[in-house]
């Protein structure tokens, strides 16, 4: 988990603002090209986190790992991952 705030500021520049902020802006032109988000909807997000970033902001980010087991081929003992 990620919490930070103007209490926090070396992890508002080093994670929100030059860590997250800037992976997602990394994935703009491809996410627009593939037709999942349009440029205008991707720059309001993009603006919304830099927003989190200001005096009266809060950034909160829970990282989560998910597995699945494919169960299909379950004959022949041994779990697809």
């Known amino acids: 988990m990620v919490y930070a705030d103007t209490s ?3 992890l508002v520049e080093g ?3 030059k860590t997250f ?3 997602i802006e990394g994935v703009r032109e491809p996410s627009v090209a593939a ?3 349009d440029q205008e909807e991707f720059d309001r997000g ?3 986190l ?3 970033a200001d005096a009266d902001g809060v950034f909160f980010y829970t990282f989560f790992k998910a597995v699945g ?3 299909s081929n379950a ?3 041994a779990p697809e991952r």
Request: charged share 25%.
């Open 50 to 52: 830099y927003r989190t």
């Open 69 to 71: 087991i494919n169960t």
């Open 8 to 10: 926090k500021p070396d």
């Open 46 to 48: 993009i603006a919304d």
């Open 15 to 17: 994670f929100t603002r």
């Open 21 to 23: 902020t800037a992976m």
């Open 75 to 77: 004959e022949s003992g």
């Open 35 to 37: 037709g999942l988000i």
